[in-house]
């Protein structure tokens, strides 16, 4: 069993940066692949990135190029850098794990609770 807890969201401004990270415990973190995915209000869980046990990030085209991950293994800790936001990156995001490499959510077996990320124009 694996629990997530996200942290670092907040209110930005367009333009800005924020990082979230994603504590996890369990036995497994350093096998794990890590997953971010977002959700805004009406809308369906979207994928954000996803980032291999090894550091290999892959992102979705919405956020590349102003999304960034990175990963601690030693700390169980992985890291969603965000920059240039834009309000369409307004939502509550979720850290997810899975034991592969996937980009739908419903492939994912362990989820944090969410924290909210809210970008102002």
């Known amino acids: 069993q694996v629990q997530l807890v996200e942290s670092g969201g907040g209110l930005v401004q367009a333009g800005g940066s924020l990082r979230l990270s994603c504590a996890a415990s369990?036995?497994?973190?350093?096998?794990?692949?890590m997953g971010w995915f977002r959700q805004a209000p009406g809308k369906g869980r979207e994928f954000v990135l996803t980032?291999?046990?090894?550091?290999?990030?892959y992102a979705a085209d919405s956020v590349k190029g102003r999304f960034t991950s990175s990963r601690d293994n030693t700390k169980n800790t992985v890291y969603l850098q965000m920059n240039s936001l834009k309000p369409e990156d307004t939502a509550v995001y979720y850290c997810?794990?899975?034991?592969?490499?996937?980009?739908?959510?419903?492939?994912?077996?362990?989820w944090g609770q969410g924290t909210q990320v809210t970008v102002s124009s």
């Open positions: 369990g036995r497994t973190f350093g096998s794990l692949h």
């Open positions: 980032i291999s046990p090894g550091g290999t990030p």
């Open positions: 997810a794990a899975a034991r592969y490499s996937f980009t739908v959510p419903d492939r994912y077996d362990y």
